[in-house]
């Protein structure tokens, strides 16, 4: 098929020698892509189907659909994936504990996974689960493969194995002689087992890296894979005996073994966009797979790579890696007991308000800290204040002084001028943002913007104009309200990918449809003149008490 070529204006296309180490992504506005071709495909970590989802899970789910929301809106076509990661000693574990069967575990997981995905108003295009026969088959696709070309082996092995993590250590992970309490008790056991070739693409790795300094996101996190790989590399353990993990894919080539829960979830990324058919043309290389700061290294910077290169795939072209939501200073984690359920917040405040709090709040990369406190703060003075409040007295002055019908505006005076030049550069400076992935600065900008239009209403000031009986206050005034909505509709559009249900209510109730495409939406118009706007309705209700 010919490749449409398209230049948008408003547009993440990334040029891959500009990046800097100042955490922003390289980006630029008046890039090219190509659409018609590949789709851009980005992906979630798959979660472990043995606990409830908390605020981490959320986070990285919202923060992949701001970014497939926005690459949608700059005319892309997505694929967004996210999914559950089912197999392993831990979900085995939990079942047993609870008397089930670990699918019946997994069953419930999956309900509640994709409830979050629901409630958070998520758009990925696939959920995909690491026990269905459409991934089992390409992770027994490749291990056969590996096997088959003397790149997996079988031997010997005795070593320290922690059940917590499932995974063998080596000696060096010993802190002062003992081994830190983060891998539970560790055994030395003896142990018949298959190896993959890890080591064999050490240097190879390496080089990757340096040639590439732009495939890990942040790029500050590059030096903490390298520093890694400064030490030789463990082939790795792909089997684990079915005497002691029963919950697995079995080994293609061998019924007593089954995989590793690692090199079974890795595979998700492929075998979810029909890894070795034709439409895997469509979709892979993925673009960006997100992920949290704990499983860059070793999974998905060393293993997942290296998986790819054996078996002769291309590789992602990025991983994004953020950061943690800490609580008092701690990593919210099921083993902490510290964790936020996210869906008591959405259920109090709405999908929206939860997914503009963590992305006004995280600069991607780092960590942050989450407490109600900021959470009741942010919600209060951003969003009941400034941009609730906007909506409504826009909507109500419509409605006292004009019959409820957007008027057109007929005057340009400095304060409009002001307005609208603060619109022009915000709107370049959140193309920008976006394709950097500061979506926090972005925000901040867009409620710069939003506050503005409250100071242009205090100074214009509709409800004094109305009084004067002179000709040129009523244009002044009809300016002014439509200048108001403008702004109103402007500043909704662009907050879309982080908000897309009030963008959508305050599109509404506007008289508009929906926001489609920036190219078109982000242009100040006259669109909204002669329509007949509803009612305010109260968009982000003042919380019933502190907690
Ligand atoms: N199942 C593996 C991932 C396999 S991907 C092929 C896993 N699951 S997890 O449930 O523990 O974590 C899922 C994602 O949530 C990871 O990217 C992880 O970093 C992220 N988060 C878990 N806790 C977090 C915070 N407290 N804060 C932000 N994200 C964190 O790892």
Request: glycine letters at 6%.
């Amino acid at each position: 098929m010919a490749a449409i070529r398209l230049i948008i204006s408003f547009t993440a296309g990334r040029n891959f020698s500009q990046n800097d180490d100042c955490g922003r992504f390289p980006g630029g506005t008046d890039a090219e892509f190509t659409m018609g071709m590949k789709k851009f495909y980005i992906t979630t970590a798959i979660d472990y189907a043995n606990g409830k989802p908390h605020l981490g899970h959320a986070y990285e789910k919202v923060l992949t659909d701001v970014i497939a929301r926005s690459r949608r809106m700059m005319g892309e076509d997505v694929h967004f994936l996210t999914g559950l990661d089912e197999h392993g000693q831990k979900v085995q574990q939990a079942a047993e504990k609870r008397g089930i069967e670990p699918i019946g575990l997994c069953d419930e997981a999956a309900v509640d996974f994709r409830g979050l995905c629901r409630d958070l108003e998520i758009s990925n295009d696939d959920f995909i689960r690491t026990t269905e026969e459409r991934h089992k088959n390409v992770v027994r696709g490749i291990l056969q493969k590996l096997h088959d070309e003397g790149r997996i082996y079988r031997a010997e092995y005795t070593g320290y194995y922690s059940a917590r993590i499932e995974q063998f250590l080596r000696e060096r992970d010993m802190v002062d002689g003992e081994w830190p309490a983060e891998y539970g008790e560790v055994v030395e056991i003896t142990e018949s087992n298959y190896f993959f070739k890890l080591s064999q693409y050490q240097e190879w790795l390496i080089g990757f890296l340096n040639d590439h300094p732009d495939f890990i996101f942040p790029r500050f996190r590059r030096n903490q894979v390298l520093e890694f790989l400064r030490e030789p590399l463990n082939d790795l353990c792909v089997s684990r005996p079915v005497e002691r993990l029963s919950w697995g894919i079995p080994l293609p080539f061998d019924e007593n073994y089954v995989t590793y829960v690692w090199f079974d979830a890795l595979v998700n990324y492929i075998s979810a966009v029909g890894y070795g058919e034709e439409r895997f043309e469509d979709c892979w290389p993925a673009d960006f797979h997100v992920i949290g700061k704990d499983i860059l290294v070793p999974p998905h910077s060393v293993y997942w790579p290296i998986m790819l290169k054996a078996a002769g795939i291309p590789l992602p072209k990025s991983l994004l890696v953020h950061g943690w939501w800490l609580k008092s200073g701690r990593k919210m984690a099921k083993s902490t007991g510290n964790v936020v359920d996210p869906l008591d917040l959405i259920g109090q405040f709405g999908p929206d308000a939860f997914r503009y709090f963590v992305t006004r709040e995280m600069n991607v990369g780092q960590d942050s800290n989450f407490s109600i406190e900021l959470f009741l703060s942010r919600y209060n003075s951003d969003l009941a204040n400034d941009l609730g409040n906007l909506v409504s007295r826009t909507l109500n002055m419509i409605g006292r002084y004009c019959d409820g019908s957007v008027p057109a505006a007929s005057i340009e005076e400095e304060p409009e001028k002001e307005l609208r030049a603060l619109w022009e550069a915000t709107k370049r400076s959140s193309a920008e943002l976006y394709a950097e992935m500061q979506f926090h600065t972005a925000l901040e900008k867009t409620f710069t913007f939003v506050r503005a239009i409250n100071r242009y209403a205090e100074i214009r000031a509709p409800w004094k104009l109305s009084k004067s009986g002179e000709a040129e206050d009523r244009k002044r005034l009809e300016t002014a309200l439509a200048t108001m909505a403008e702004g109103v509709r402007l500043s909704v559009a662009l907050l879309k990918p982080v908000m897309p249900g009030t963008a959508q209510r305050v599109y509404a109730l506007l008289g508009l449809e929906e926001v489609r495409e920036w190219e078109k939406d982000l242009a100040w118009s006259p669109v909204l003149s002669g329509r007949n706007v509803s009612a305010p309705e109260i968009l982000f209700p003042r919380p019933k008490s502190a907690e």
